[in-house]
């Protein structure tokens, strides 16, 4: 059974970072393309950024271009998500995905296969 569990999330002010995980199981990690989303109260979840098998190719929502980087460590199953120069518009709860063995990385929510419970991030003062 795939199991994604995210953990890292929390309060951060304003212009901080923060960095959140997602460690996998029950699936040979190495070949599955890994997205993170989120969704914020009221709105619908929104694809984050998503990272190839290999990691070599990374994709970014443009509103997170430059603030967010998205890693993986296939030794540990893991996917992170580092997140600086944090706004208030970023609180949600941010889940991470994975999708399909060996297929290309898409923005796309219904493309991926097994979810995370989600992690809550706030961003406030």
């Known amino acids: 059974q795939v199991q994604l569990v995210e953990s890292g999330g929390g309060l951060v002010q304003p212009g901080g970072s923060l960095r959140v995980s997602c460690a996998a199981s029950?699936?040979?990690?190495?070949?599955?393309?890994m997205g993170w989303f989120r969704q914020a109260p009221g709105k619908e979840r929104e694809f984050v950024a998503a990272?190839?098998?290999?990691?070599?190719?990374?994709y970014y929502a443009d509103f997170v271009k430059g603030r967010f980087t998205i890693s993986r460590d296939n030794g540990k199953s893991t996917v992170y998500l580092q997140m600086n120069s944090l706004k208030p518009e970023d609180t949600a709860v941010y889940y991470c995905?994975?999708?399909?063995?060996?297929?290309?990385?898409?923005?796309?929510?219904?493309?991926?296969?097994?979810w995370g419970q989600g992690t809550q991030v706030t961003v406030s003062s």
């Open positions: 029950g699936r040979t990690f190495s070949t599955n393309c």
């Open positions: 990272i190839s098998s290999t990691g070599i190719t990374t």
């Open positions: 995905a994975t999708a399909p063995s060996r297929r290309l990385c898409t923005r796309d929510a219904t493309y991926y296969d097994y």
